[in-house]
């Protein structure tokens, strides 16, 4: 089946599952997943599951992605932060949808691949840095220092506490926090006397690696 079919199917899925934003549906219906995965596995882009993108990571599988994505509530003009930008293909959704997307990745190697399907694919409001993403942006350009929304991709042993003060008022952070073996899907939203912190059900995620 040609990938355009396939894809038509996942959104299908995903409206199926229950999503129901459709600036977050138009994304999957828009960014072709097959080129964020390795050359092995562009027969799987389309199963609804995670896969393997080297260095022990993995591309998010969709309908996880979908949920977190639905949880930030997007708005065309929101600029983003994304910890762990992995394949990218999570990235290109966020740019589909937002404003600005600034997007950090620890490991160099998956940061440039991304970069290069990315700027690939024509995405002008990607932003990225190499490092700790756990401390949030805190990169001279562009000079943002609090987002609308901050997704993040890696499960967290808590809510990171720096991540949290880079909210705007009214803000949303999305992150899974938990052990190694399976997280709490966390949002976060800051208000006017400090955060409001509720749960979303399990999740399995690689381990965000942070001092
Ligand atoms: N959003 C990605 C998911 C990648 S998996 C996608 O769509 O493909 C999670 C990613 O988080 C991995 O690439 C991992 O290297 C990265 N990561 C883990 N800890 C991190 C940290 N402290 N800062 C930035 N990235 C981190």
């Given amino acids: 089946m040609r990938f ?18 459709e600036a977050v549906l138009a994304a999957f219906s828009k960014v072709p997943r097959e080129l964020y995965v390795l050359p ?13 993108i ?11 992605v979908a949920i ?4 930030l509530e997007l708005k065309p003009e929101d600029l983003v932060l994304e910890i762990g930008t992995g394949s990218g293909y999570e990235c290109a959704l966020l740019a589909e949808i937002a404003g600005e997307v ?14 290069g399907v990315l700027k690939e694919a024509g995405y002008k409001n990607i932003y990225f840095r190499i490092g700790d993403g756990a401390q949030g942006w805190l990169k001279a350009y562009p000079p943002h220092k609090e987002f609308d929304k901050i997704i993040v991709s890696a499960g967290a042993r808590q809510i ?21 073996a ?30």
Avoid: W
């Avoid at 092995?40 to 393997?52: G, I, V």
């Avoid at 080297?54 to 309908?63: A, K, R």
């Avoid at 990171?160 to 190694?180: A, D, S, W």
């Fill in 54 to 64: 080297g260095q022990e990571q993995t591309i998010s599988q969709p309908l996880m």
């Fill in 68 to 71: 977190m994505l639905e949880h």
């Fill in 40 to 52: 092995q596995y562009k027969d799987y882009a389309y199963r609804n599951r995670p896969l393997p």
């Fill in 4 to 21: 355009e079919d396939q894809r038509r199917l996942l959104v299908q899925e995903l409206r199926q599952q229950g999503i129901r934003d």
């Fill in 102 to 115: 600034c997007s950090v990745e620890r490991l160099e190697e998956l940061s440039l691949t991304a970069q």
């Fill in 182 to 211: 399976y997280q709490i899907l966390t949002k976060v939203i800051r208000t006017e006397n400090g955060y409001s912190v509720s749960e979303h059900g399990a999740c399995a995620f690689v381990p965000l690696i942070s001092k």
């Fill in 160 to 180: 990171p506490t720096r991540l949290q003060e880079q909210l705007k008022l009214g803000g949303i952070l999305v992150v899974p926090v938990g052990t190694c």
